[in-house]
């Protein structure tokens, strides 16, 4: 007997917007599958607004109405049962936040939930992050967005400390993350892995996706300490401009990507890592997950 559902996941972030799509497949006496249908993805850069301003503009208002609409109808089209609809730190910080999602409510019919950081790190948890992990290493896992990055200790497959840091690409792009947020976030990373030997980070997050892809390792081989700070040699020394036309990035992740491999980096000096993983996952993916096993409350399309 085979069934076949299909849920969306939103994730209104600081830098972009997503929707996934995917299918549930579930086949008796075998395990569930969860395959990706669709993905779309919006570079909206709420962030921009919200960590200089602290309100998101009228103009970035209606892009994020006219992307909300059109996700509807794509949910719709795909014939979509359930959804979930998350919004991360920049519609956290952002004061009308609140009356935006009430808006985009009313225009779109998309109900949206602002989630704080541990309730992003323990979505981001429900992922395929278990079955990646051994279960007798110690992980130090790392999650960067626009607006903030999660930090999770995990040993022997148990979460030993989390921490959300208020240190993201676009924070970093605007030059708004002072020297006291880096100073904490390094006596916690070392703090809380100093107990630990041979610690491997895993990285997820668009930005080290693409430096996964670009480096051509395959599924399940870590990038080095040696790879990264190459790599990240080698975007600075490129101008914007020419990280477009020369390393064929999206004008969108151009900018961003050198703050975000700094974090990986930074993350790794600081625990003493010498591997990075990617296993590929992120909120979008735990929401369609966290929807089908009953974490979360999801809403109905119809």
Not at 118 to 131: F, H, Q, S
Not at 201 to 226: A, D
Not at 256 to 264: F, K, L, N, Q
Request: glycine share 6%; proline share 1%; net charge positive.
């Amino acid at each position: 007997m085979l069934s076949i559902k299909k849920y969306a996941a939103i994730d209104i972030g600081s830098n972009a917007v997503r929707l996934l799509i995917s299918n549930i497949i579930e086949e008796q006496d075998k395990p569930v599958k969860f395959k990706k249908s669709s993905l779309v993805r919006v570079p909206i850069r709420l962030g921009a607004d919200v960590f200089i301003n602290n309100t998101i503009s009228s103009e970035n208002i209606e892009r994020l109405l006219d992307t909300m609409t059109a996700f509807r109808l794509l949910m719709k089209s795909h014939r979509v049962e359930r959804y979930k609809a998350c919004a991360t730190s920049a519609m956290r910080e952002a004061t009308n936040g609140k009356d935006i999602t009430k808006l985009i409510l009313k225009q779109s019919n998309i109900e949206i939930d602002i989630i704080d950081g541990e309730e992003e790190a323990a979505i981001i948890a429900a992922t395929d992050l278990n079955n990646f992990i051994d279960k007798n290493k110690t992980y130090l896992y790392v999650d960067v967005g626009g607006g903030s990055t999660e930090f999770t200790v995990i040993s022997n497959g148990e979460v030993i400390a989390s921490k959300s840091a208020r240190i993201g690409t676009v924070r970093l792009l605007n030059n708004i993350v002072k020297k006291n947020t880096w100073i904490d976030l390094k006596q916690w990373i070392k703090c809380n892995t100093k107990a630990y030997e041979d610690i491997e980070v895993i990285g997820s997050g668009g930005n080290i996706n693409k430096i996964f892809k670009i480096s051509g390792k395959t599924f399940g081989k870590p990038l080095t300490y040696f790879y990264l700070t190459a790599y990240y040699n080698l975007l600075k020394s490129y101008s914007y401009e020419e990280r477009i036309t020369k390393l064929d990035l999206n004008q969108d992740r151009a900018d961003v990507i050198i703050h975000a491999t700094h974090i990986y980096l930074s993350a790794m000096k600081w625990s003493n890592a010498k591997h990075l993983y990617v296993p590929k996952i992120g909120l979008s993916d735990g929401i369609i997950k966290s929807l089908y096993y009953d974490i979360v409350s999801g809403k109905n399309l119809f």
